[in-house]
């Protein structure tokens, strides 16, 4: 048995009760194995087993009173992964489903990501499972509130910065930071995602949609295509598609759908972002009101779907770009799209493709562009973030968005130059966890076991 598969087995037996972080160590651990065996030293310094297992896990209950004046407990967490490059980065995710084992997935996916942006941050990951749909502002803000009573302790500019994600955004941070600052008396850079008024960057809301658009262009660009012209398939209705939407438009191609929990909008002459923007960050509503919205719109529930899952992969389109969830793609989803003659799919949340799915794309050798590469654009506008408040400066607009564009550049060339170097042009999923983990397994041996 090879070294990464002996780990894999050994993880297997320990997590069973965590599939998600089974299956996202499975598809890193499981593309190793030629870097592995071109540097011994990784095996003799036991980098698989010690970049598996996060350096802590913090676990909290969260308490506070909903608008009834009655108690409401949460369970908290934050996993900080891997800092052998940096401070601990990543997202904070509130959403029912959170669990030990999906922030694992999603903090040993972000060590990998955090390295491909070439910038020096560590991986970590938290949230709870504080459902914000349904609740009053002042029932989010106690939440915030009682989430950052555990919190604070743990986090600081050079310890630990973690961000927004799914359930997460502007709202969201604004509560957490006014907490932190009250608990602390300290005003600094502890999370990103601010208000422009209070730290934050500008083009950070947009950055992880835009970024994942300019790793498109690059990965298309460097087969000799475009996106101009192309009819797109985009899932998830919140950050990420929004602005994915907004930058597809800019680049000549036209995003025929999105989709939230409740259902999928399909509309053949184009999505209007204006539209979604004010139903899903102003109203907060369903997509069934932007049907109501715009006459062309076609909106289906997701009861109406044998799976009771979002229809988006069911349209004839040429590009796919799935920015709403985990496992959201599953293998026969990327049957129909390939049959229905797709060549290009670049994930902007993370890991949403089953790993059937990704092997039909590799299969296929379409113009497939993996999660940790492809929406690395929102984490390396987060410590863009970071660097204007250790300089207590901001940058504008354009300064921020072309950074970006350089960094998703870069890191596609990076990840597609690594893929060749081990023989497998074109295999960007290999490519990026090669690249992503060299450099910190390079950091870990420098900086010794105590
Ligand atoms: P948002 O909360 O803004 O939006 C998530 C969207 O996906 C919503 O439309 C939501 O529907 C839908 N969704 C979420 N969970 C489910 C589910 N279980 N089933 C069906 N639909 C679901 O999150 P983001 O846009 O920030 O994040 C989306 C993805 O992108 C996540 O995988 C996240 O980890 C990843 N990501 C985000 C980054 C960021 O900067 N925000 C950076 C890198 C990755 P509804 O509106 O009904 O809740």
């Given at each position: 048995?090879?070294?990464?598969?002996?780990?894999?087995?050994?993880?297997?037996?320990?997590?069973?009760?965590?599939?998600?972080?089974?299956?996202?160590?499975?598809?890193?651990?499981?593309?190793?194995?030629?870097?592995?065996?071109?540097?011994?030293?990784?095996?003799?310094?036991?980098?698989?087993?010690?970049?598996?297992?996060?350096?802590?896990?913090?676990?909290?209950?969260?308490?506070?009173?909903?608008?009834?004046?009655?108690?409401?407990?949460?369970?908290?967490?934050?996993?900080?992964?891997?800092?052998?490059?940096?401070?601990?980065?990543?997202?904070?995710?509130?959403?029912?489903?959170?669990?030990?084992?999906?922030?694992?997935?999603?903090?040993?996916?972000?060590?990998?990501?955090?390295?491909?942006?070439?910038?020096?941050?560590?991986?970590?990951?938290?949230?709870?499972?504080?459902?914000?749909?349904?609740?009053?502002?002042?029932?989010?803000?106690?939440?915030?509130?009682?989430?950052?009573?555990?919190?604070?302790?743990?986090?600081?500019?050079?310890?630990?910065?973690?961000?927004?994600?799914?359930?997460?955004?502007?709202?969201?941070?604004?509560?957490?930071?006014?907490?932190?600052?009250?608990?602390?008396?300290?005003?600094?850079?502890?999370?990103?995602?601010?208000?422009?008024?209070?730290?934050?960057?500008l083009a950070r809301t947009?950055?992880?949609?835009?970024?994942?658009?300019?790793?498109?262009?690059?990965?298309?660009?460097?087969?000799?295509?475009?996106?101009?012209?192309?009819?797109?398939?985009?899932?998830?209705?919140?950050?990420?598609?929004?602005?994915?939407?907004?930058?597809?438009?800019?680049?000549?191609?036209?995003?025929?759908?999105?989709?939230?929990?409740?259902?999928?909008?399909?509309?053949?002459?184009?999505?209007?972002?204006?539209?979604?923007?004010?139903?899903?960050?102003?109203?907060?509503?369903?997509?069934?009101?932007?049907?109501?919205?715009?006459?062309?719109?076609?909106?289906?529930?997701?009861?109406?779907?044998?799976?009771?899952?979002?229809?988006?992969?069911?349209?004839?389109?040429?590009?796919?770009?799935?920015?709403?969830?985990?496992?959201?793609?599953?293998?026969?989803?990327?049957?129909?799209?390939?049959?229905?003659?797709?060549?290009?799919?670049a994930e902007g949340a993370?890991?949403?493709?089953?790993?059937?799915?990704?092997?039909?794309?590799?299969?296929?050798?379409?113009?497939?562009?993996?999660?940790?590469?492809?929406?690395?654009?929102?984490?390396?506008?987060?410590?863009?973030?970071?660097?204007?408040?250790?300089?207590?400066?901001?940058?504008?607009?354009?300064?921020?968005?072309?950074?970006?564009?350089?960094?998703?550049?870069?890191?596609?060339?990076?990840?597609?130059?690594?893929?060749?170097?081990?023989?497998?042009?074109?295999?960007?999923?290999?490519?990026?966890?090669?690249?992503?983990?060299?450099?910190?397994?390079?950091?870990?041996?420098?900086?010794?076991?105590?």
């Amino acid at each position: 048995m090879s070294y990464s598969d002996n780990v894999l087995a050994s993880l297997k037996s320990r997590y069973a009760y965590q599939p998600e972080f089974l299956q996202a160590a499975q598809e890193i651990l499981s593309t190793l194995q030629p870097c592995l065996d071109k540097n011994p030293a990784y095996e003799k310094n036991r980098i698989l087993e010690r970049i598996t297992e996060p350096e802590r896990i913090f676990s909290f209950k969260v308490e506070w009173l909903n608008d009834q004046g009655g108690i409401e407990v949460n369970h908290g967490y934050r996993v900080q992964f891997n800092s052998a490059i940096g401070p601990y980065k990543g997202g904070l995710r509130l959403h029912p489903s959170v669990n030990e084992g999906i922030l694992k997935f999603l903090g040993l996916e972000q060590i990998l990501k955090n390295s491909l942006t070439g910038t020096p941050i560590g991986g970590g990951k938290g949230g709870a499972d504080f459902d914000p749909k349904g609740k009053s502002d002042n029932e989010v803000m106690r939440f915030c509130q009682a989430f950052m009573i555990q919190l604070y302790r743990y986090i600081g500019p050079t310890i630990d910065v973690p961000a927004g994600d799914i359930g997460v955004g502007g709202r969201e941070i604004g509560y957490l930071y006014g907490a932190y600052k009250r608990l602390t008396t300290r005003y600094e850079g502890i999370l990103t995602g601010k208000g422009l008024n209070y730290g934050g960057s500008l083009a950070r809301t947009e950055a992880t949609g835009y970024g994942l658009v300019y790793f498109t262009d690059a990965m298309l660009k460097d087969k000799g295509e475009s996106l101009k012209g192309k009819v797109c398939a985009v899932s998830g209705a919140g950050n990420v598609a929004i602005y994915c939407c907004e930058k597809l438009y800019e680049m000549g191609a036209t995003p025929v759908t999105v989709s939230d929990s409740r259902g999928t909008i399909y509309d053949p002459n184009g999505i209007k972002v204006d539209v979604l923007k004010q139903v899903k960050e102003v109203e907060r509503a369903s997509l069934s009101r932007y049907a109501e919205l715009v006459s062309t719109a076609k909106f289906t529930p997701v009861s109406d779907y044998p799976q009771g899952k979002h229809q988006v992969w069911t349209y004839k389109v040429d590009a796919a770009f799935p920015c709403a969830t985990q496992n959201e793609l599953n293998e026969e989803d990327a049957k129909t799209l390939l049959a229905n003659g797709c060549t290009c799919v670049a994930e902007g949340a993370n890991m949403p493709s089953t790993i059937g799915a990704i092997n039909e794309f590799l299969k296929a050798k379409i113009n497939y562009g993996p999660a940790k590469a492809a929406n690395a654009g929102g984490v390396a506008t987060s410590q863009l973030e970071m660097e204007q408040n250790a300089g207590m400066t901001s940058w504008t607009f354009e300064e921020v968005d072309s950074k970006l564009h350089g960094i998703m550049t870069n890191l596609y060339n990076n990840t597609a130059a690594t893929a060749r170097e081990f023989g497998l042009d074109g295999n960007l999923v290999l490519g990026a966890n090669i690249a992503g983990f060299r450099k910190v397994a390079d950091a870990m041996i420098a900086q010794g076991v105590i």
